[in-house]
């Protein structure tokens, strides 16, 4: 019984030791330390309070970053946009797009997660990419207790940057975003919803195995996950959602960071990796440590 016990303290302090969210980049050319935490869109705002440092990295810096300015995603003119952006060509709506049995599997999955208050009549023009937002939403709300979408971290975030008066800026624009959400093929995209009803069980636990290693601050963990072959990003969205975006988002800070010291907020899966964000910063001379 000794020897078990040992056994569980160690393992517990091996995921203390690697857990980590936070990390300073210092070095090379920055003009002072910046700042960079990976984010969950499922994890409650209350995990800033064990983020150690986190009220010092950001009160210390310059400006705050963020994929996108979480304000203006959320502007009425870009809401607008947006539900003009997730219109299907009248040729591909969703009664056209999918058989008929197709349609009832995908309508039974959406009634029974919105408790029958959702039905995919109701979103008939819309293409197949903004049906899997709202089902994953729905799934995440069952899966994830304590899930607020009114309350997401990355916009917390940034109103909290506000608030002590830094400079709000972000790697990306609504367009981009926008593309990045509804710009696949309709055929993909059709492919990706029915690939959700087919996995159903596995997305849910894959929803809640994500949470759970934010959650304990593993993004090794997070970034596995996202790309495992079962129900994570295929190779060819892996490099769009992730490989392409890490890049683009380190040729600005090497612009950014000779000039102001930054807090970047960004998907936790985008900084490990030998093509993650943090190992990016390394091979172009900066100092990358754990906030302890």
Known sequence: MKELMISFMMLF???????????????????????????????????????????????????????????EMISPQ????????????????????????????????????????????????????????????????????????????????QALGVQAEKEIKSFENVDFQLNILFGDPISMQAEDLLETIRKEDKMKNFSFELYNAYMTQDIEKVYQSMINPDFGLKAEAEAKMLTNRNKNWVNQLKTILPQQSVFVCVGAGHLPGDKGVLNLLREAGYTITPVK
């Not at 960079?36 to 810096?61: W, Y």
């Not at 607008?80 to 056209?96: G, H």
Request: no cysteine; proline share 4%.
């Open 78 to 157: 870009t809401q607008q946009k947006m539900m003009m952006v997730a219109m299907a060509p009248t040729d591909s709506t969703i009664s056209k797009v999918f058989s008929k049995e197709q349609y009832d599997s995908i309508d039974n999955v959406l009634k029974k997660y919105s408790g029958g208050q959702a039905a995919l009549n109701m979103l008939e023009p819309m293409k197949p990419a903004l049906v899997s937002q709202q089902l994953t939403l729905l799934m995440n709300l069952q899966v994830i207790p304590n899930f607020n979408p009114m309350q997401l971290l990355d916009t917390y975030v």
């Open 13 to 71: 302090a091996a995921m203390g030791s690697n857990a980590q969210i936070l990390y300073k980049v210092s070095g090379n050319n920055a003009k002072g330390d910046s700042y960079i935490m990976g984010t969950h869109h499922l994890a409650p705002i209350s995990i800033l309070d064990s983020i150690e440092g986190f009220n010092v990295a950001i009160n210390s810096v310059d400006a705050v970053y963020g994929e996108i300015e979480q304000s």
